[in-house]
């Protein structure tokens, strides 16, 4: 069992920055894909960007590639979301999520851990 909470997000106006954290209990974080998915009110949760166990392979969501940057520390037991260029778009509640395993995937249900999420406000 892996248990996940998110940290750091915020409102910040459109252009500006955020960095999202994600802290991990429990066993096996280290050998889990870490993913980060967001939801707006009214829509469906989508995918935003993963990384891979090792770190060595991560795919991001079109929308956000370029901006978005997902990395993990297994030392410390984290991951983290650097979002850059924010956009209103961007406003949504985001989750940090872990999955059993080890590469990178896209799909909400190839992830069985979930943090309770982070909202974060893009003002225009």
């Known amino acids: 069992q892996v248990q996940l909470v998110e940290s750091g997000g915020g409102l910040v106006q459109a252009g500006g920055s955020l960095r999202l954290s994600c802290v991990a209990s429990?066993?096996?974080?280290?050998?889990?894909?870490l993913g980060w998915f967001r939801q707006a009110p009214g829509k469906e949760r989508e995918f935003v960007a993963a990384?891979?166990?090792?770190?060595?392979?991560?795919i991001y969501a079109d929308s956000v590639k370029g901006r978005f940057t997902i990395s993990r520390d297994n030392a410390k037991n984290t991951g983290t979301l650097q979002m850059n260029s924010l956009k209103p778009d961007d406003t949504a509640v985001y989750y940090c999520?872990?999955?059993?395993?080890?590469?990178?995937?896209?799909?909400?249900?190839?992830?069985?851990?979930w943090g309770q999420g982070t909202q974060v406000t893009v003002s225009s």
């Open positions: 990384i891979s166990w090792s770190g060595g392979s991560t």
């Open positions: 429990g066993r096996g974080f280290s050998t889990y894909a």
């Open positions: 999520a872990a999955s059993r395993t080890p590469m990178a995937r896209l799909a909400v249900d190839a992830y069985a851990y």
